[in-house]
């Protein structure tokens, strides 16, 4: 027969129990009804967008011709766009024309799409302004939809396999984060709130509903919920002083400077701060999961560690955590901003400008504040589940004896008695039921 190695967690006290309600619940509470306060009810459209008719394609045939000799430019000026020339012809899978073949200009540009027989395309319809009934088409980008269809289906298959109903769970957070992002913080930036403060709300709504969600209703992850909200707060308060004393504007990019174009009174500097939080919040969740599970952990394997032992031993599982954290959000934020980096490195100004700049300053702090507020997560987060592991320790163990689950201690004088007996030397040609009755009268 094989041991059974599997041992239950010992239950939280009930007391600390109440403890954890009374603080997670108002917090909770507090959340959603913030949500509600500044849920956006009506999001206004970018003006100046133009809502161009697209249609899905599939290239039957690309003649490549040479390209006519350039118009003289202007001395100075940058030469125009230099090939492929040719039509491509393409059959329209909806709209209108669904079902006819069309002819478009071989796309050329920076950016512009390399196009085969066979491949999947999106045409854009253009209409002449001086006769809206001749319309044109051009081919805009590929479709992607069916390889993303397969990535994302892998993904989810990869995650369930290994994980099975935890990373079942994990899927659904993740489809809960998508969905407070997309109907919460993203319009209601855009319906004017304030952006940091929509961030605090959603990211807060994000935490409660992913954490439990995929780590269940337990002392341990309400513990990781405290921890990381103390921590994202603290993210906040930093990033707002950080971008206040380096003088940012949120204009340290081209995506921000189009969105101000189109939206005049949006306000990028919150953006910017937003930003910084919604990406913390994922590392912190990683962050505080952790150290509460380390604590709980190590309680139930040495339940003779005190608070200050626990505290200080998964501290140093913290710091080692921290270490590799801190090199993967640094390098997260260089590969996201590979393209400007390498913009800066080709700038012949000194470097004392270039690290100082708007656009390499934006990502210095965002990487500065959120690695403040992750290592603030770890005192915070170790300390709480320390609190937590070790209360009612005392009350349980005496819970146990009494209720008969240990045996209970043998009294002084029944010791005494059975090692005098144990001692007493055995005496010659006694029977065997005499020397158990002399010599054996002590119990056990």
């Not at 397969?150 to 990373?167: Q, T």
């Not at 807060?204 to 919920?225: D, E, K, N, P, R």
């Not at 012949?348 to 990487?367: D, H, K, M, N």
Request: net charge negative.
């Amino acid at each position: 027969m094989g041991a059974d190695h599997t041992r239950a967690a010992r239950p939280t006290p009930p007391r600390v129990r109440r403890i954890l309600l009374a603080t997670v619940v108002p917090l909770f509470v507090a959340t959603v009804v913030a949500a509600g306060v500044l849920w956006p009810r009506d999001t206004p459209t970018l003006d100046g967008v133009d809502d161009v008719p697209r249609h899905h394609g599939t290239v039957t045939r690309v003649v490549t011709e040479p390209c006519p000799p350039p118009e003289a430019t202007p001395e100075g000026a940058p030469p125009g766009p230099q090939g492929p020339c040719g039509t491509v012809t393409v059959r329209v899978g909806d709209g209108p024309d669904a079902g006819h073949e069309v002819e478009a200009p071989v796309p050329a540009g920076p950016g512009a799409p390399s196009v085969a027989v066979g491949d999947e395309i999106i045409l854009v319809e253009l209409i002449d302004p001086a006769d809206p009934e001749a319309t044109s088409y051009n081919i805009a980008e590929h479709q992607r939809g069916e390889p993303l269809l397969w990535l994302a289906a892998v993904f989810a298959a990869a995650i369930v396999a290994f994980g099975r109903w935890r990373g079942l769970a994990a899927l659904a957070g993740l489809g809960a984060s998508f969905a407070i992002l997309l109907t919460f913080v993203l319009p209601g930036i855009s319906a004017g709130r304030s952006p940091l403060l929509v961030a605090v709300v959603g990211a807060a709504l994000i935490m409660f509903v992913v954490l439990y969600l995929t780590h269940g209703v337990t002392a341990q992850t309400s513990v990781a919920v405290l921890g990381t909200l103390g921590s994202l707060v603290l993210t906040g308060v930093l990033g707002a002083v950080a971008t206040a004393a380096t003088h940012l504007t949120g204009y340290g990019s081209e995506d921000a400077t189009t969105l101000s174009m189109l939206q005049a009174d949006i306000d990028l500097r919150g953006i910017l701060l937003a930003g910084i939080i919604i990406g913390s919040l994922g590392v912190l969740d990683d962050v505080t999961v952790t150290q509460a599970a380390t604590v709980t952990e190590l309680a139930h394997a040495n339940p003779g560690l005190s608070r200050l032992q626990l505290y200080r031993a998964a501290t140093r599982v913290g710091r080692a955590h921290i270490a590799s954290t801190v090199n993967t959000i640094v390098l997260a934020y260089a590969g996201a901003s590979l393209p400007l980096l390498l913009l800066l490195v080709a700038d012949s100004r000194p470097v004392g400008q270039i690290l100082t700049s708007e656009f390499l300053a934006q990502e210095i702090v965002r990487s500065g504040v959120a690695t403040l507020g992750l290592i603030a997560a770890v005192p915070l987060t170790t300390g709480l589940a320390a609190l937590v592991s070790t209360a009612g320790r005392r009350a349980a163990s005496t819970a146990e004896t009494d209720g008969g689950s240990l045996p209970a201690p043998r009294s002084t004088t029944e010791r005494d008695e059975a090692l005098e007996a144990l001692s007493q030397p055995r005496t010659a040609g006694r029977s065997t039921t005499d020397r158990d009755t002399a010599d054996w009268t002590a119990p056990e």
